[in-house]
């Protein structure tokens, strides 16, 4: 379980990987593929706890088999 209450309001690459206990090279490609969204800052990259914590919400949806399906009319 990730413990989203201890977190820092944004983190580096490598507080993403503690905080996911996923290796660097995951990290980065997570943030390349915008499959996680960041901020850019000159050459660093920084990633608010809200959009890891929408990741893990999306993974989790997917990973349960539930995704849901919009309509736009």
């Not at 915008?34 to 660093?44: A, T, V, Y």
């Amino acid at each position: 379980m990730i413990d989203f209450e201890n977190m820092p309001d944004v983190l580096t690459i490598s507080d993403l990987q503690k905080a996911l206990q996923i290796g660097r090279n995951t990290a980065y490609r997570l943030v390349r593929s915008k499959e996680l969204r960041s901020i850019h800052i000159g050459k660093r990259i920084r990633i608010p706890k809200d959009y890891v914590k929408e990741f893990v919400e999306r993974q989790s949806i997917y990973e349960n088999g539930v995704v849901s399906c919009q309509t736009h009319e």
